[in-house]
């Protein structure tokens, strides 16, 4: 079983729309869920992060959190070309006794915003 | 904040040589650093965790004597490719966590390792 698995891409939405990505993760013990973006040939960057149960908003950004489901998303309100990037879900599984911060990443989510 | 350099951010190197990368929190501690490299179009790999005054962790597979690992302050680690060969080649991407800011991971810009 993968620790990390996010919705399969490549997710294509219009400007304007909003892009939802997903990501399911393993360990019931995680305390900690990161999303970050990729660009082609760039490194990670952090958009968000969210510790608690519920939703947790940062300008077009909104994380949601379900611990009991195992779940995380990120939601991209109004879309821009500029969102075209490919999206990583990171977990850090302290049920696995994972103590130094090691975060297990999700193989990403591939998003195309178009004109 | 949470700045994290990467230099150099792309080297080319003989077959054979070995190739240094260091990696430096410039405005905060980081007590632990990792190491991914990423082919084109796959996900990240975690190669080892560096933490500092102590040896690396390795992930299974890679193999410490080709990739040494020194993370002798709490701002800077380094990578050293020795002996490199073209299968090495790869983008190279540090990470550090803040000391004081939970499980929170930082890139650098990464390393674009081309072995000739």
């Known amino acids: 079983q993968k620790e990390v698995e996010q919705n399969s891409g490549p997710l294509s939405v219009p400007e304007g729309a909003i892009a939802s990505l997903n990501c399911t993760y393993s360990?019931?013990?995680?305390?900690?869920f990161f999303w970050y973006r990729q660009y082609s040939g760039k490194s990670p960057e952090l958009i968000m992060f969210i510790y608690s149960n519920g939703d947790k908003e940062d300008g077009r950004f909104t994380a949601q959190l379900n611990k009991a489901s195992q779940y995380v998303s990120l939601l991209i309100r109004d879309s821009q070309p500029s969102d075209s990037a490919t999206y990583l879900c990171?977990?850090?599984?302290?049920?696995?006794?994972?103590?130094?911060?090691?975060?297990?990443f999700g193989r990403g989510t591939q998003l195309t915003v178009w004109p | 904040g949470a700045v994290v350099s990467q230099h150099p951010s792309r080297v080319i190197c003989k077959s054979g040589t070995s190739v240094k990368i260091e990696c430096r929190s410039l405005?905060?501690?980081?007590?632990?650093m990792f190491w991914y490299r990423q082919f084109p179009k796959k996900s990240l790999m975690l190669m080892a965790t560096?933490?500092?005054?102590?040896?690396?962790?390795?992930e299974q597979g890679v193999e410490k004597d080709k990739f040494l690992i020194n993370h002798a302050s709490l701002t800077l680690s380094t990578l050293t490719v020795t002996s490199a060969h073209p299968e090495d080649s790869s983008f190279y991407i540090c990470?550090?966590?803040?000391?004081?800011?939970?499980?929170?991971?930082?890139f650098g810009p990464g390393t674009r390792l081309t072995v000739l």
């Open positions: 405005d905060f501690q980081a007590t632990t």
């Open positions: 990171a977990v850090n599984m302290y049920g696995r006794g994972s103590t130094l911060g090691r975060l297990y």
């Open positions: 360990d019931r013990g995680s305390q900690s």
């Open positions: 990470s550090a966590r803040d000391t004081q800011g939970g499980d929170t991971q930082y």
């Open positions: 560096s933490n500092e005054g102590s040896k690396a962790t390795y």
